[in-house]
């Protein structure tokens, strides 16, 4: 792995001229002079636009009469041989099968969970829930594993599935409030129903939602004490787990599931838990953070199944997130939106060194602890949790490191690789979406490469706001979705785009005489198509380069760990899991590695 980060670096070190350039800039900083070498133009801008998708995802050379310069091959050589397998396409064997919606618009693969559970789940989302769920189960119990823990669960589906469909013990941990309510309206119906057609066939596990905020300083003491009153409330015969039996302190909580402990008497006890540490698409830090707490919690974390996201909102030493970029939520407005909500650390992250987090997505990074009736916590030392030994290696994470998502391992740190926003934000590009835009603007005609032309209409935008005052603040504005652009004048657009970054609108004369000069900037939209293929060629490598980077972490605090795709990229580009597990007499490097789909890269201790 980490002779593979090497040529990664050694690679994208050669290519900064491309990866650093923004397509906005391209006419203002002239990125197709300065970036691309001049015996690039001529072979790329020749290629029709389905050639150019065949070389985004194949990377294989077209048959063209002229002779392509020995540079241009070996970057796009380069690019494809140090992906990682399956990044971009399906792998071929029966593991890694694509699940292709059918006719209905559904994946195939859903019929593999019960029908309630399916119930309002888009297809996407179900394929990510059916191939996540199978391989957590697989290694929570190659981990020896008894508890599942969902990190940013949201309206708890993948939850809901591995306590109904494969009976986990979980725990759903969410930020938003609301969300969490909504979960446990749809566990009590989904339940009913499943228990209703099942009946004494059926042998659910225990399933919990807790409402919680976890910042990137908490320790994992705090983030297990998260999960004590969960645990213990899991231990009593309530109402909703058995109505007949509701005080009693043993009995069938479902039909073939024995209650063996009660909460709330004396001669009960909790029995010891392992927990297997969940996320699906954990956004920015939270995938990071996830990972740290699994290192430190000691024997009471078996192991970690990761699928993460949104890389450009992961902290990095030294860089700064652009002003024109989403703002992060803080904790302290957290804690307005969320009055009951009891913090479990007093060190909040700083939001000066903060990478920044989509407005949108603010709330799918987050966890906190939810005020119980009695407004207490809990402590970790509950028997819930298996005590650590003094002699327990114990990851404390220092000052210098406890913002930081990259560079997560001290191999890459001593290497002084930097990424920066942008280049995270470019590894989160879907380049298999791209190349299939690209096939089908040759089958769309005129309609299709007026979407294209998008990026270029944008290019142009820009020098417009460079001749506007104040354009330090405009810099790089971001103008957002234009609803139906492709559809609008440039003169339309542009007004739209004025708008949104709440400027006055060009007058008459400055619209006709802007659209007089830049009229021949537009007509080098094919240029712009080129440079952002260039560009995405590369984003699947600074994808590799951060995962690399985790799964060498792992490594390196003594775990098995392995990173393999899990989904198809077509329908989640975001497909590749991380996996970790603690070494023990029962999770041995063997057991481990069964666990695996043959295609994992893999860190065996």
């Given at each position: 792995q980490r002779c593979i980060r090497d040529r990664l670096h050694a690679l994208l070190s050669l290519s900064e001229p491309i990866a650093c350039g923004l397509v906005k800039g391209f006419f203002v900083d002239d990125l197709w002079n300065k970036a691309i070498p001049h015996r690039w133009h001529d072979p790329l801008e020749q290629l029709p636009l389905e050639q150019l998708a065949i070389l985004l995802t194949d990377g294989t050379p077209p048959q063209t009469s002229?002779?392509?310069?020995?540079?241009?091959?070996?970057?796009?050589?380069?690019?494809?041989?140090?992906?990682?397998?399956?990044?971009?396409?399906?792998?071929?064997?029966?593991?890694?099968?694509?699940?292709?919606?059918?006719?209905?618009?559904?994946?195939?693969?859903?019929?593999?969970?019960?029908?309630?559970?399916?119930?309002?789940?888009?297809?996407?989302?179900?394929?990510?829930?059916?191939?996540?769920?199978?391989?957590?189960?697989?290694?929570?119990?190659?981990a020896s594993c008894d508890t599942a823990v969902d990190v940013g669960s949201g309206l708890g589906y993948f939850s809901r599935t591995l306590a109904f469909e494969r009976a986990w013990d979980t725990i759903g941990i969410e930020a938003v409030a609301s969300n969490v309510h909504a979960a446990r309206e749809i566990d009590k119906r989904v339940r009913s129903k499943m228990l209703h057609k099942l009946a004494h066939n059926w042998s659910p596990g225990l399933l919990r939602h807790i409402i919680a905020y976890v910042p990137t300083t908490m320790s994992s003491d705090a983030f297990l004490s998260l999960l004590v009153q969960p645990l213990m409330e899991s231990a009593i015969a309530t109402p909703e787990r058995l109505p007949s039996q509701a005080s009693s302190c043993t009995g069938e909580a479902y039909p073939g599931r024995v209650l063996d402990t009660c909460f709330g008497h004396k001669e009960c006890t909790v029995k010891q838990r392992r927990i297997a540490l969940l996320g699906l698409h954990t956004c920015g830090d939270l995938a990071c953070t996830l990972l740290r707490i699994f290192d430190s919690a000691g024997d009471s974390v078996g192991c970690i199944v990761n699928v993460g996201c949104c890389y450009m909102h992961i902290t990095e030493a030294g860089c700064v997130a652009p002003t024109a970029a989403p703002r992060q939520l803080s904790q302290a407005e957290w804690e307005r939106n969320n009055p009951c909500a009891v913090m479990l650390t007093t060190t909040a992250p700083s939001t000066e060194s903060a990478e920044l987090v989509k407005e949108d997505d603010a709330y799918s990074e987050c966890v906190c602890c939810e005020s119980y009736p009695n407004g207490n916590v809990l402590p970790p030392s509950s028997p819930c949790f298996t005590a650590r030994s003094p002699a327990t290696e114990c990851h404390v994470v220092q000052d210098t490191e406890v913002a930081l998502g990259f560079p997560m391992s001290k191999y890459v740190r001593s290497r002084g690789i930097r990424l920066g926003y942008h280049i995270r934000e470019m590894a989160c590009h879907s380049s298999s979406s791209y190349a299939a835009r690209l096939r089908e603007t040759t089958q769309c005609g005129e309609a299709g490469e007026r979407a294209l032309q998008l990026h270029a209409r944008r290019a142009v935008l820009e020098i417009l706001l460079q001749r506007r005052a104040g354009y330090d603040q405009l810099k790089r504005a971001k103008c957002g979705t234009i609803k139906g652009a492709a559809n609008l004048s440039f003169e339309e657009y542009c007004d739209k785009c004025f708008e949104k970054v709440g400027l006055p609108l060009l007058s008459q004369t400055e619209r006709s005489e802007a659209v007089r000069e830049l009229a021949p900037l537009l007509a080098r939209w094919r240029q712009v198509v080129v440079y952002f293929v260039l560009r995405q060629m590369l984003a699947p490598l600074w994808e590799a380069l951060i995962l690399l980077d985790r799964l060498v972490y792992l490594g390196e605090r003594g775990h098995h760990a392995a990173l393999f795709p899990i989904f198809d990229p077509m329908l989640s580009p975001r497909n590749f899991a991380l996996v970790g597990a603690r070494p023990s007499a029962e999770t041995t490097a063997d057991r481990f590695a069964e666990a695996l789909p043959s295609e994992a890269l893999v860190v065996l201790q």
């Open positions: 002229s002779v392509w310069p020995l540079s241009l091959l070996a970057f796009v050589t380069a690019c494809h041989a140090h992906r990682l397998p399956g990044q971009l396409m399906p792998r071929g064997d029966s593991e890694s099968q694509p699940a292709r919606a059918n006719l209905q618009g559904r994946c195939d693969e859903e019929r593999a969970i019960n029908t309630e559970l399916r119930c309002q789940v888009k297809p996407k989302k179900m394929h990510e829930i059916v191939r996540l769920s199978d391989a957590s189960d697989r290694v929570g119990r190659a």
